[in-house]
C-alpha cells in the first residue's frame, strides 16, 4: 500500500461513524434508520431492539423491515430486555399505530432475520473488542444500556460516544405533565444510566465521553410539515403530488 492510499484509508476511518443503534421502532425511529441508512459516512454495526413504542418481537420486526427496505438486510437485529427493569411495559398503539410504524405496512421479515444472540451481550463484547470505535445512538428507554452497564461498567471509558434521546428539562412533558416517553417507560433504566455516567465523571472519565442528551426540548423543534412531504414524493419521484389534507381520513396511504 502506498502512502497516500494509506492516509487516504485512515481519513476514510477518522470520518466514518460506527454506530449501535437501539430503538423501539416507532414511527420516529423508523425515520432515524432510514436516514441513517442513506449516510455513506455511516457504518451500522448492530440495531438493537428495546420494548417502548411497541413491544419487542414487533419492534425487531419492525427493524428488520426498515433495514431490508434501506438495503441493509445484512445488518444484524438483536434483541435484549424484553419488558422494563422494574415496572409493567406500557405501549402507545395510539401514537405509533398497531405495528409501531403509523400505518404503514412493512414486509414480513424472514425467520432468521434476527440473530439470536442477546443484544447485552453483543453490546459488551462489541465495546471490547473496539475500543473508542463505537458510538451508540439510543432513541428508546434505556433498559438494554442500563443491563449492559450493570454488565460492563466500564462501558462509559470503552465506547466513543454515546447519544441519547430522551427526557424533558424545564420542559412540558409529552405522556405526562412533567414525563417524556422514553424515560417514562423505563425511569429506572434512565436513572441507572445517569447515575453510572456521574460516577464514572467523578472518576476521571473525558467530558467529550459523557452523553449528549438530546431532550424534548431540542427534538420537538423539528417537525415533518406536509410541505417537507410534499417535497420528498417529488425527489423520490412520485408522479403526481403527495399532498396532506386535513380532510385526509385515518390511516390514508402515501402513493
Given amino acids: 500500500m502506498t502512502q497516500d492510499s494509506h492516509d487516504g484509508s485512515q481519513l476514510k476511518n477518522d470520518f466514518l461513524n460506527r454506530l449501535l443503534i437501539d430503538c423501539d421502532t416507532g414511527i420516529d ?38 433495514l431490508t427496505l434501506c438495503g441493509k438486510p445484512e445488518v444484524p437485529v438483536l434483541i435484549g430486555a424484553r419488558e422494563p427493569l422494574e415496572i409493567p411495559l406500557v405501549t402507545t398503539p395510539e401514537t405509533h399505530g398497531p405495528q409501531g410504524v403509523g400505518y404503514a405496512t412493512l414486509p414480513v421479515p424472514g425467520p432468521t432475520s434476527i440473530a439470536d444472540i442477546d443484544a447485552v451481550d453483543y453490546w459488551v463484547e462489541a465495546a471490547r473488542s473496539h475500543p473508542g470505535e463505537l458510538t451508540v445512538l439510543l432513541s428508546a428507554p434505556l433498559t438494554n444500556f442500563a443491563l449492559a452497564l450493570r454488565r460492563e461498567p466500564k462501558l462509559p471509558w470503552l465506547l466513543r460516544k454515546v447519544v441519547i434521546m430522551g427526557g424533558a428539562f424545564y420542559y412540558q412533558g409529552n405522556t405526562t405533565p412533567t414525563a417524556e416517553w422514553n424515560t417514562h417507560v423505563d425511569p429506572h433504566a434512565a436513572k441507572e444510566v445517569f447515575a453510572a455516567y456521574t460516577a464514572a465523571a467523578e472518576q476521571g472519565l473525558e467530558s467529550e465521553k459523557l452523553p449528549i442528551v438530546c431532550s424534548l426540548d431540542t427534538t420537538e423543534r423539528f417537525e415533518m410539515q406536509p410541505e417537507f412531504l410534499t417535497r420528498l414524493a417529488e425527489e423520490a419521484g412520485c408522479e403526481e403530488p403527495e399532498l396532506v389534507q386535513a380532510s385526509d381520513t385515518e390511516a390514508t396511504l402515501s402513493k
Fill in 29 to 66: 425511529d423508523a425515520l432515524a434508520l432510514a436516514y441513517l441508512c442513506a449516510l455513506d459516512n455511516v457504518q451500522i454495526e448492530a440495531v438493537t431492539s428495546t420494548p417502548g413504542n411497541v413491544d419487542v418481537e414487533q419492534v425487531a420486526a419492525n427493524n428488520s423491515a426498515l
